[in-house]
């Protein structure tokens, strides 16, 4: 119940009762007036045509003074004209009385002044039968329910175009009064079940209304507990719709990203544990045999070493992986040249080639300058040419290319190995993933080189690509813009 009367659907359900009761009200009102105000005019026009007869009837009698006519003439139409019918002379005296009353008495209603001062022919007004007061009729229902209220309706009888007298009707109009106020009775009693009818509907429709949000926030809590396969339904239509797929497709980023994240987590640890597992059974070997011979000691020293260097260089590449992979590290961007760079990481890892009875070939384009993180570029050429001199044959050739092309300078790093094939090409900038695990082993690598590579040129906005064709080398091709200062 708390939930009902807080949030949205308290507001949608409060909305729908306000909009359909306060309709009804105003059409209700209007109603019971419009019909008040009808059968008033009804009445109006019955007796002033009933009155407007009689007055032309009773002038002439009233002239030549024929009294006795005069009564019987009133009585009969008092009683067709269903009230009290009274003839005053000039002076607002009543001459006759149909109930015989008020004989000689000055009559000062507003209808009968209007008449004999104002000049009106005929007048109709409204009064409360005890107090005389009279009441505005374009408003019927404002009427007091407990008195009785009677009309006042007079026309002037005229002689030789002069006002003789005035005829006045006085006339219940209790029962129409009743017909409305009955009306107005059962409009309320309508109005109850409208209103109960509305609040259902109203209950009905903000549930549905409310119930994608209810199901999101739902799914948004179970996602923060860590559930990150939960989904909403994509169901109905227009902006509730396109919210739950936006959130769907938000939850799927996430949940993939979670999933990465944990593998990587895992990998990670796998890698640091096969060299430690190495340097254990080593060191233990040491322990447990003393009298070992030298040579074999220092094979066991030189093996604890090289596992130590293994650990201590895939360390150091998940430090710089986190590094660049934190999308808050800005970057340190200066004025450089990729060419430089180049020439200079080729020129540090020739030693190693020639060791390896390889030929590296520049051709370095003067590419211009460009505003770049001149370290991390170094890094990029440096592990790009290491993965080339590692990989490639003893005596093999490696080709070092940077060009311009249109707003982007081109590094090329290729190669004449072994190639790699199709399936693992899509692969090769994954985190930890090596094509031969043994082989890229003994030689050092981690296989986060091309990941770290990979993360570098997406961060200065540029991209890379893999090409190769098995047995006869392989090609890779960064593209970076050149980023004006
Ligand atoms: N020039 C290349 N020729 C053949 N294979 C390559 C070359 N460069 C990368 N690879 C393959 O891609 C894998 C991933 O490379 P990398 O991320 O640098 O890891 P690592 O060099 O530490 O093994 C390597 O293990 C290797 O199998
Ligand atoms: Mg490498």
Request: proline share 2%; net charge neutral.
């Amino acid at each position: 119940m708390t939930k009902l009367f807080s949030s949205i659907r308290w507001k949608v359900l409060l909305a729908f009762f306000l909009i359909i009761g306060l309709s009804f009200l105003v059409m209700a009102g209007t109603l019971t007036n419009l019909l008040g105000n009808y059968l008033f005019e009804q009445r109006i026009r019955a007796d002033r045509a009933g009155l407007e007869k009689l007055a032309v009837q009773v002038a002439p009698l009233l002239s030549r003074g024929e009294m006795t006519a005069l009564s019987e003439r009133l009585n009969r139409a008092g009683s067709d004209l269903s009230g009290r019918l009274l003839l005053l002379d000039a002076d607002g005296k009543v001459q006759l009385d149909s109930y015989r009353e008020a004989h000689g008495q000055r009559i000062e209603y507003p209808e009968v002044v209007s008449i004999l001062l104002l000049g009106q022919t005929a007048d109709y007004g409204v009064h409360s039968l005890k107090t005389g007061e009279e009441v505005a009729m374009d408003n019927p229902l404002s009427f007091g329910r407990g008195e009785e209220w009677v009309s006042y309706s007079t026309a002037s009888v005229i002689q030789s175009s002069k006002v003789i007298g005035v005829l006045l009707l006085v006339s219940s109009v209790g029962e129409m009064m009743r017909n409305l106020y009955t009306l107005s009775d059962n409009l309320v009693l309508i109005f109850v079940v409208v209103a109960v009818v509305a609040l259902l509907a109203g209950m009905i429709f903000s549930r549905v209304l409310t119930k994608p949000i209810v199901t999101l926030t739902e799914v948004i809590g179970r996602m923060s507990k860590g559930d990150f396969a939960a989904r909403v339904p994509e169901t109905g239509s227009g902006e509730l719709k396109h919210l739950a797929t936006a959130f769907n497709s938000m939850s799927e980023r996430l949940e993939t990203l979670d999933q990465s994240r944990n593998e990587f987590v895992s990998n990670a640890s796998h890698e640091l544990k096969t060299p430690l597992a190495t340097m254990k059974i080593l060191i233990e070997s040491l322990i447990y045999q003393p009298d070992m011979q030298t040579e074999l000691r220092t094979e066991f020293l030189t093996d604890i070493n090289a596992e130590i260097n293994r650990l201590s260089a895939i360390v150091s590449d998940l430090l710089t992986l986190v590094q660049v992979d934190a999308h808050s590290m800005r970057l340190d961007r200066e004025k450089m040249s990729l060419s430089a760079v180049a020439k200079e990481t080729a020129h540090r890892l020739e030693p190693m080639a020639r060791q390896r009875g390889q030929t590296i070939d520049l051709a370095l384009e003067d590419s211009g300058d460009m505003y770049a993180d001149k370290s991390k570029l170094r890094q990029v050429v440096y592990n790009l040419l290491d993965n080339a001199i590692k990989y490639t044959q003893e005596g093999g050739s490696i080709h070092l290319s940077v060009t311009r092309s249109g707003r982007d300078i081109v590094l090329t790093v290729q190669d004449n190995g072994p190639g790699i094939k199709a399936e693992h090409l899509p692969h090769v900038f994954d985190r930890f993933y090596r094509v031969d695990k043994a082989r890229s082993r003994d030689s050092g690598g981690t296989g986060l080189g091309l990941s770290i590579v990979r993360q570098i040129v997406l961060l200065h906005g540029g991209n890379i690509r893999a090409e190769s064709e098995e047995g006869k080398g392989s090609r890779f091709v960064v593209e970076l813009p050149v980023h004006k200062g």
